[in-house]
């Protein structure tokens, strides 16, 4: 019995190692198609991505700024222009206001030259982009050849079909509003929007200096009422010691101070020097954080001297209580200096409150006083920047690289809070250091990373 076993083992051994013996099946596969280019595939990717970082909203703003001050301009000149016609008595005054005609058509022919050659380089740009999109445009044609199951040509019928149906759903909605008007009582009425950017300039010292303010008086001295001022954070980006004039937009615009520089103090920083990128010019005075002081100093640029005011004991200073987002805060805001209908204001935060927001109003005169004081319930570091208009506080958040966001206001008035406001502000780089509001003309001053940028505010 054993034996029989052990013989039909070893025929079944046999059989199978005979049949692991014997060939395998092999298929060839002959395609019809050509192999998929995956190279020119990556060229045509690179390309297409120079060719989007040669167009930016930065080239585009650039050349609006420069016609918007060239707008600005020609009606000064031609109101010197009639200053010379009532004035000219072929002697003293007709020379007088020929200078000053002069040194306008000089500004002006700067200006137009920047124009021109801005326009030009735009010309170029504009032409090598539109080749290279065309290139672009038949190399993609080449490879929808690979493209057997026509997926392509499927996802860009749903894409027109996507676009066609969100134009008319916002047809009648093109700009996001907010829930409801912002609050407050104002002769323009509620504070809808914010649009723009109007200007985006980089003045004198292009990239030199990352922090600092800019704007216009609200209370400008006769003669000085299309004048604009900018500081400068011109030591460590801390300290200032010097508010520099410009005589028009088209002047700052094209880096042409003729007042030029007014002085605080020869040393920078010292007693009374500038300290963090918020001040404001009003009425001739430009009020700023006094170095290394939980104190509002006041810069009389006619008489030159300085005085200051105090702030409420337990106020945070020297970098204590900045604006923040989540990837950094915003060095020395501490305090927030801005300008109104009303006056100058001053934002900041007391231990006292924990670390929300104060508003106080400064009072004018050689020697400045705060008049009324308000506490709000917001976070001093879960907002980036405030400003004031109309009596109402405004506060910002960073949303992205390229949007800021309206997101709180604080009514001074009536003490109501809103955290619902829902205005967006389109950024032409990732941080604001400073914003504030001009009641002039109803423009948002922004100063960003070493550029000077505004925005038109909406009221309706």
């Known amino acids: 019995m054993t034996l029989s076993v052990i013989v039909q083992l070893c025929a079944l051994l046999t059989i199978s190692q005979q049949a692991a013996s014997l060939p395998g099946c092999v298929c060839d596969l002959t395609s019809s198609e050509q192999p998929f ?34 707008q600005h301009r020609l009606p000064q000149l031609e109101a010197d222009m009639s200053v010379l016609e009532r004035e000219d008595d072929g002697e003293l005054y007709g020379a007088v206001s020929l200078q000053v005609i002069e040194n306008e058509l000089v500004e002006i022919l700067q200006l137009m030259n920047k124009l021109n050659s801005t326009t030009l380089a735009h010309s170029r740009l504009t032409s090598d982009t539109a080749q290279q999109v065309q290139d672009l445009k038949d190399e993609m044609q080449q490879l929808e050849v690979y493209d057997s199951m026509q997926v392509v040509k499927n996802q860009q019928a749903n894409h027109r079909l996507k676009r066609d149906l969100d134009q008319c759903r916002n047809g009648h909605h093109p700009t996001t509003q907010p829930t409801q008007p912002a609050s407050g009582n104002c002769p323009h009425g509620h504070f809808l ?204 958040r960073y949303v992205s690289k390229d949007v800021e966001e309206i997101f709180y206001s604080f009514d001074t008035s009536t003490g109501v809070e809103r955290f619902d406001i829902g205005i967006q502000i389109q950024k032409m780089s990732g941080n604001m250091y400073s914003l504030n509001y001009s009641p002039t003309d109803q423009m948002l001053h922004a100063y960003t990373e070493s550029h000077m940028v505004s925005y038109k505010v909406v009221f309706g």
């Open 193 to 396: 929007n914010v649009t723009g950017p109007g200007v985006y300039t980089a003045g004198e010292y292009p990239g030199s200096y990352k922090y600092g303010s800019w704007g216009r008086d609200p209370k400008p001295e006769a003669g000085k009422e299309n004048w604009y001022w900018l500081v400068m954070l011109t030591s460590s980006n801390v300290y200032s010691n010097y508010v520099r004039r410009y005589s028009s937009l088209s002047s700052l615009i094209i880096g042409v101070s003729v007042p030029g520089n007014v002085q605080i103090h020869s040393s920078n920083p010292t007693t009374n020097t500038i300290q963090g990128p918020s001040a404001v010019l009003y009425g001739e005075a430009l009020y700023y954080c006094c170095y290394y002081r939980d104190a509002v100093c006041r810069f009389n640029l006619t008489t030159k001297s300085v005085t200051s005011v105090q702030l409420p004991k337990g106020t945070r200073f020297n970098s204590k209580g900045n604006f923040c987002h989540l990837d950094e805060c915003y060095p020395y805001t501490d305090l927030d200096l801005a300008t109104d209908e009303s006056g100058v204001w001053v934002i900041y935060t007391t231990s006292q409150n924990f670390g929300n927001l104060v508003v106080s109003r400064v009072e004018e005169g050689e020697t400045p006083t705060i008049n009324q004081t308000w506490h709000t319930s917001l976070y001093k570091q879960a907002a980036t920047n405030t400003f004031m208009a109309c009596g109402v506080l405004y506060a910002t």
């Open 37 to 70: 280019p995956h190279d020119k595939l990556s060229s045509v990717e690179d390309s297409a991505n120079k060719c989007s970082s040669s167009i930016t909203q930065q080239k585009s703003v650039e050349l609006d700024s420069l016609l918007l001050g060239l």
